[in-house]
T-cell receptor, first 113, second 110 residues
């Protein structure tokens, strides 16, 4: 089956620093990947669509200058949380589609102190 | 944009009973409706999905029904087992973008 990995699995950082999260499709290519955020006991909220070779498409209310997305190749998308603050602490999950099926990464737990 | 409503938010059943979770969506252009099971701290796992040209799909103890006219779809789990306890999410998709419902925390008591 299709495999999607994320790195790191968890990160703790100080307020004001930037954090980069990588999402890789290991055995298939993905021209599009998706980034979600999930707060405790809440649903997954779509943040943006990452497009290989072009700009990401952000959902309403998501600051594109704060959440920088780069889709560098057909197997890699990165999400950089810039100037992170405690309210950015969350579970970030990426997904990559193969056909209609979305394959999720294992998630990255971010804690901003 | 698409909006997905899911009910109930919590559901407690006795082992062996059935569980039903319902979702409604707003955008008639949505054409793919997956259901996910998520255990604490883990990624969502696809358990069943249905496409807009199908009204019902079954996989062992799990079934999903779709009413396109009413824009609602439901998950049915029969003969529930304690290992079915988890949070379940419905989603609606068009063009790959998934919009999730709020989730249902299912608890199956032995």
């Amino acid at each position: 089956g299709a495999v999607v990995s994320q790195h790191p699995s968890w990160v703790i950082c100080k307020s004001g620093t930037s954090v980069k999260i990588e999402c890789r499709s290991l055995d298939f290519q993905a021209t599009t990947m998706f980034w979600y955020r999930q707060f405790p006991k809440q649903s997954l909220m779509l943040m943006a669509t990452s497009n290989e070779g072009s700009k990401a498409t952000y959902e309403q209310g998501v600051e594109k200058d704060k959440f920088l997305i780069n889709h560098a190749s057909l197997t890699l998308s990165t999400l950089t949380v810039t100037s992170a603050h405690p309210e950015d602490s969350s579970f970030y999950i990426c997904s990559a589609p193969r056909g209609e099926t979305q394959y999720f990464g294992p998630g990255t737990r971010l804690l901003v102190l | 944009g698409e909006n997905v409503e899911q009910h109930p938010s919590t559901l407690s059943v006795q082992e062996g009973d059935s569980a039903v979770i319902k979702c409604t969506y707003s955008d008639s252009a949505s054409n793919y409706f997956p259901w996910y099971k998520q255990e604490l701290g883990k990624r969502p796992q696809l358990i069943i999905d249905i496409r807009s040209n199908v009204g019902e799909k079954k996989d062992q103890r799990i079934a999903v029904t779709l009413n396109k006219t009413a824009k609602h779809f439901s998950l049915h789990i029969t003969e529930t087992q304690p290992e079915d306890s988890a949070v379940y999410f419905c989603a609606a998709s068009q063009g790959g973008k998934l919009i999730f419902g709020q989730g249902t925390e299912l608890s199956v008591k032995p």
